[in-house]
């Protein structure tokens, strides 16, 4: 048995000793959010938490979070007491990056053992040698998936424990063991609210497959074994979570607080968390409108402070949604095309990975000529070219009979990129428009990847849509 | 997987694992007057770049020869100079004479460990990989193994981009030298290998291998038809380079002897700091350095190098095989380390080479070998505050050692190679003990690398010994390293001389 998953303890061990290498690498503002976080849930009682806003980095994941933030920071304690102090803003001595970093590391064998029960899923590859197995090829795409590891582990996020546990509620799931799925995603939603927009696609997942329990002989819906017991369960798991996690601010009559902090509407516009590379566009559109509306003396350049002008807003938005969105959908793809779903979502899952790496940088473009994050660029794109390789040889070895993976039109727009690339970092900043209009390669890099996204969501919907009936069968096994 | 993807995945890795340690400090920040060997570097650039080739070695007003004098063959000066250049072209205060001293800033870090990167791309990858490819033997999988395992090894990528130094260059070329050899290409290797010397004296320690490895080729090719003429174009290609690379100074011979005198500093004494070689862990129970003159230190010195190394190339010359080749850059590379005047705690790089070629053949020893090369320079490292990288890098060979290429699986007396000394040994040791033997060692040795390690970083030395850990360290790493001399002299020595006998050498 140990020696079955050999491969998978090399994986896992490989990609930590690479994490630990970049534990003296750039960090974000984020290590800040976090570190504040620390010493808010430490320093503060539970009543405060919602409320104490000495830094501008505010609480604002549910309250889930902050308890995982409050266990931390017993441990913080023996690395630096000093980073528990909430006055202490950007406090970064070299104990608190290196616990800030372990803690990162540590957290993520929530997501390796949630990648080997997907493993498990996997189907038998019996005959075939280790290099072509779908589950070594699932292990290393998830496990070395270096959009995770760069926002993680160089910017600083904790996306890799969070996708650990909405990856093992699928896995429940395929494993047939629901109610822990339905539970672990309820935990889920009250440690990071952005999941809230996959919530309507699991609960109608969880409705299809749990609640009814027969389907018809050709895999169509049998609507009159629907389970209500079933039905009841889920929503008591549910409700029960959330009790939990709300309760004591309900009881403290907080709720409002903590709700205007976990979404902040600031004057009145609406942040809807799904398809946030439409931003993009709005973006530009966003853009030439406030231009064209200065130039024609519509509008008054005097009153735009940061917080008027949407696109600051968007940008704050794509600042602290985008690092977490654009690894999920691509961690999906992975997922759903070595578990049985159409062969087609591997390529897109490339596409994204690369456009991902793109988005990325845009932070650093506004940053200019800032040498930090240059130093890292050539770790990024050593990551990227990494995966690359390794996604495009195993999916063609893996999917060699459906033909080539991406027509020409897809392999030059991917091509693309590295024209791209070079124009919007070398080439534009060496130009005269780099002071009047410093944002052009920003937005040349948003509408190019938006397209590219736009265009894989569009033949995803497209490819699911056009096979219902296997991948009802799938699921229904 | 295709073989090339499977390659390019190495050297990403590769490339991924410098860059990541290149992140940390380098020798010497922050540290004036004299900082370390990164400021040694960025001189040379500034010394090349603004003055004129004759000045270079001699101390002028312009050139101090007490800061950093170069002491390093004309190739090193020339690979200065295109970094001058370049350096030069981005911010000339980077190499202002004089005023330059001591300069230090995030965007000359990353030009500094981005010349290291590039030269280690254009250079020592390719080697390491024709190497993989061609010189070894095994399944395409365990050839890429191999090479990842070489890729990483930790002592190299310490140094060259933590510490701060061009070994890679030096220890490439030589590699160049090998596989031109193995591949016999005879021409292309002695090039590569004179250029090698050009760039660092050290690589006089394997100078005997390559000059006995060719004159033996040379005397199986028959000494009275193609073999002399071999041996002339040989020595025609050495003396060309040499004669190409030392070109500005052949102008004048007191050019050519300030350069000898800069290269070979007799004054400097037997030892400086703490090395795992013989002398310093001698000196721990007898002072030999205040005790014995510098003239006997010399001879003595001289003597025991020149005995330990002799049994080695006379067998090499009577058996001018790879396999007989590579154990001889060990053996002749590893008692320089430890016989020889004025030797580094850096120059185990030396030995350290030829050992990763072994990675296939024999992997316990190999990687127990670069384990304790590394843990030998830890004093080094710590100093430099390289700590972090140290332990990653060491853990992940060593499992990568143990995972890949199953060293711990594979110690049986065949893998050994030791061949008949091991049927004398047979009357006490069965086959099944002595691979029980190996393993407990190895093990014993390693929990106490881990052990010092810890203590070196942990704990503060008492005050009436305050080298204690240093001299700890190094004179285990002694230990470890004078067994291995013996070991690989033993295994080279059995070696059958007939070709009936021959199983799987090379």
């Not at chain 1, 047939?176 to 609960?203: C, D, M, Q």
């Not at chain 1, 062969?343 to 930090?372: H, Q, R």
């Not at chain 2, 590039?118 to 095994?138: E, H, K, N, Q, T």
């Not at chain 2, 002072?287 to 003159?293: D, E």
Request: net charge positive; charged share 15%.
């Amino acid at each position: 048995m140990i020696a079955e998953w050999s491969w998978f303890v090399a994986l896992a061990f490989g990609v930590s000793f690479i994490k630990c290498l970049l534990i003296n690498a750039y960090h974000s503002t984020d290590f800040e959010v976090h570190r504040n976080w620390l010493a808010v849930t430490h320093s503060l009682p539970v009543s405060q938490w919602y409320y104490e806003s000495t830094s501008e980095w505010t609480l604002d994941y549910p309250p889930f979070f902050a308890w995982f933030e409050y266990g931390l920071s017993h441990f913080a304690k023996y690395f630096d007491k000093e980073m528990l102090v909430v006055q202490n803003l950007n406090y970064a001595s070299p104990a608190t990056v290196l616990f800030q970093r372990l803690s990162v590391i540590f957290t993520d064998l929530v997501f390796i053992y949630a990648v080997k029960e997907c493993c498990k899923c996997c189907r038998e590859d019996k005959g075939k040698d280790l290099l072509g197995k779908s589950s070594f090829i699932l292990a290393t795409l998830l496990l070395w998936n270096f959009g995770l590891l760069i926002v993680d582990h160089i910017h600083f996020q904790y996306n890799g424990f969070l996708f650990g546990v909405l990856l093992l509620s699928v896995a429940r799931h395929f494993q047939k063991r629901h109610l822990e799925g339905a539970l672990l995603f309820a935990v889920l939603l009250n440690l990071k609210h952005i999941y809230l927009y996959v919530a309507p696609a699991y609960g109608i997942f969880l409705l299809r497959c749990f609640c009814f329990t027969q389907n018809n002989a050709d895999g169509s819906l049998q609507w009159r074994s629907f389970s209500p017991l079933r039905l009841v369960a889920l929503g008591l798991i549910v409700l029960s979570t959330f009790a939990v996690s709300f309760g004591p601010f309900i009881v403290k009559g907080q709720l409002q607080q903590v709700i205007s902090r976990l979404f902040p509407f600031k004057r009145g516009l609406c942040h809807a968390y799904w398809a946030p590379n439409i931003w993009a566009l709005y973006n530009i559109a966003d853009k030439a409108l406030s231009i064209l509306g200065v130039k024609l003396k519509l509008l008054d350049m005097s009153k735009f402070s940061k917080a008027s002008m949407t696109g600051g807003l968007v940008q704050e938005f794509q600042h602290s949604v985008l690092p977490s969105v654009s690894p999920l959908i691509t961690l999906i793809c992975t997922l759903l095309s070595i578990l049985d779903a159409p062969d087609s979502l591997f390529a897109y899952n490339i596409y994204l990975s690369i456009i991902f790496v793109k988005k990325m940088k845009t932070p650093f473009l506004k940053a200019l000529f800032t040498l930090f994050p240059t130093t890292e660029l050539p770790i990024k794109i050593l990551l990227m070219l990494l995966f690359t390789i390794f996604s495009f040889s195993s999916l063609t070895k893996l999917f060699s009979k459906s033909g080539p993976l991406l027509n020409s039109v897809e392999v030059a727009y991917l091509l693309g990129l590295v024209p791209l690339e070079l124009i919007c970092e070398f080439v534009y900043p060496l130009t005269s428009w780099q002071h009047t209009l410093p944002f052009i390669p920003l937005l040349l890099t948003s509408v190019y990847c938006a397209l590219g996204v736009l265009y894989s969501f569009i033949r995803l919907y497209l490819s699911v849509l056009a096979a219902p009936s296997t991948t009802g069968k799938a699921k229904s096994q | 997987m295709e073989n090339w993807s499977l390659v390019s995945v190495c050297v990403l890795l590769g490339l991924t694992t410098r860059w990541a340690v290149s992140f940390s400090s380098y020798s010497g920040a922050g540290k004036p007057p004299m900082f370390g060997d990164y400021e040694a570097q960025r001189h040379w650039q500034e010394v090349t770049y603004n003055l004129p080739v004759q000045e270079w070695y001699f101390n002028t007003t312009d050139n101090d020869l007490g800061y950093w004098g170069l002491d390093y063959p004309p190739l090193t000066a020339y690979h200065s100079l295109l970094c001058g250049h370049v350096a030069k072209l981005i911010n000339p205060a980077w190499v202002e004479l004089r005023t330059s001293r001591g300069f230090e800033s995030a965007a000359h870090k990353l030009f500094m460990r981005t010349t290291v990167l590039f030269a280690d791309i254009l250079i020592y990858f390719p080697a390491v990989i024709l190497y993989c490819i061609y010189l070894s033997d095994g399944s395409s999988k365990r050839k890429v193994a191999t090479a990842l395992c070489i890729l990483l090894y930790p002592g190299l990528i310490l140094i060259d981009y933590g510490h701060f130094q061009y070994n890679s260059v030096s220890l490439a070329l030589t590699l160049w030298g090998i596989v031109g050899l193995g591949l016999g290409w005879n021409l292309l290797g002695a090039l590569a290998f004179s250029l090698a010397l050009n760039y660092k004296q050290m690589e006089l320690y394997h100078s005997l291998p390559f000059f006995c490895f060719l004159l033996g080729k040379c005397i199986k090719q028959g000494l009275m038809g193609r073999g002399l003429l071999l041996l002339v174009k040989i020595s025609l290609t050495v003396l060309v380079t040499f004669a190409l690379c030392w070109w500005p100074f052949l102008s004048d011979p007191q050019l050519i002897l300030q350069v000898l005198h800069r290269l070979f500093p007799v004054d400097r004494g037997l030892f400086e700091d703490k090395v795992a070689n013989t002398w310093c862990s001698l000196n721990v129970l007898i002072k030999i350095k205040t005790l014995l003159s510098r003239d006997t230190q010399l001879l003595l010195s001289f003597a025991l190098t020149l005995l330990s190394i002799l049994p080695s190339s006379i067998k090499l010359l009577t058996k001018p095989t790879l396999w007989q080749f590579k154990l001889a850059l060990v053996n002749s590379s590893l008692a320089f380390f430890l016989f020889s005047f004025q030797v580094h705690e850096k120059s185990i790089l030396l030995p350290a080479l030829p050992v990763c070629l072994m990675m296939n053949e024999l992997p316990l020893m190999a990687v127990w070998f670069l384990l304790i090369s590394t843990f030998s320079m830890l004093p080094l490292l710590l100093k430099d505050g390289l700590l972090l990288p140290y332990t990653v890098t060491s853990l992940a060979f060593l499992y990568l050692g143990v995972y890949l290429l199953s060293a711990l699986d594979r110690s049986p007396e065949e893998e050994l190679r030791l061949g008949s000394c091991h049927k004398r040994m047979q009357n006490y040791l069965s086959k099944h003990n002595l691979s029980l033997l190996v393993k407990c060692s190895f093990t014993v040795s390693l929990v106490a690398m881990a052990g010092l390690s810890f203590t070196s970083v942990v704990l503060e030395p008492p005050a009436r010994l305050p080298d204690l850990f240093p001299v700890l360290v190094s004179v285990f790493s002694f230990l470890h390293f004078l067994a291995m001399l013996l070991y690989f002299n033993l295994v080279q020595l059995t070696e059958p001389s007939s070709k009936k006998s021959q199983k799987k050498t090379n």
